[in-house]
């Protein structure tokens, strides 16, 4: 568990140190009589969106994707556990299999997804077959990117979905009547 650990906070204490060094690069190279221009952002991210932000179990979603969107798509649950959904066929090994191949999905424009049915590769070490994903209710973020497995979200188009782990109140009205 701590090798897994320390495996994890290596990059992010990599990403801390280039951005600290950057930092030190820039104020060095710049002269004080020189203003230094504010960072402007050129990219945005492809818009990722579902008309149901508040789904109950065994209800179906739609996701929408502006193209050109990235080739990898994951879902994280309550809990913080990860689900690869979308990656490429060569990365299939056993029984752990995309809900659609990178190949494809990068054309497609939505997918969507069971909230009872659906099973996604859980990403731990010897788990080799696909896991439900919706068993907790609480926030799921669906995230969308070329690299999911980073602490910098900037790169990545992130769309929360809230879940309630039964099924929805039927909406009879139940008024009493009087006589």
């Known amino acids: 568990m701590f090798v897994m650990k320390l495996i994890l906070a290596i990059p992010a204490a990599g990403l801390l140190l280039s951005g ?13 009589s020189q203003p230094i221009a504010p960072a402007t ?16 179990k065994g209800e179906t979603f739609e996701l929408h994707f502006e193209l050109p969107h990235a080739q990898y798509l994951g879902i994280v649950d309550p809990d913080g556990k990860f689900f690869y959904v979308v990656f ?8 752990l299999t995309p809900l659609v191949t990178s190949e494809q999905f990068v054309s497609m424009k939505s997918l969507k997804i069971n909230t009872q049915t659906f099973k996604a590769d859980p990403y731990i070490y010897g788990v080799l077959e696909n896991q439900p994903v919706f068993q907790k209710q609480g926030v799921y973020r669906v995230v969308l990117g070329e690299d999911l497995h980073t602490d910098d ?27």
């Open 20 to 32: 600290t060094l950057r930092s030190l690069q820039h104020t060095d190279a710049t002269p004080a």
């Open 41 to 56: 952002v050129v990219e945005t991210q492809p818009r990722m969106w579902t008309e149901k932000e508040y789904l109950y």
């Open 153 to 179: 979200e900037s790169g990545l188009t992130v769309l929360r979905i809230h879940y309630t782990n039964s099924k929805r109140p039927s909406s009879q009205n139940t008024s009493i009547v009087s006589l």
């Open 88 to 95: 490429p066929a060569e990365n299939a090994v056993g029984k």
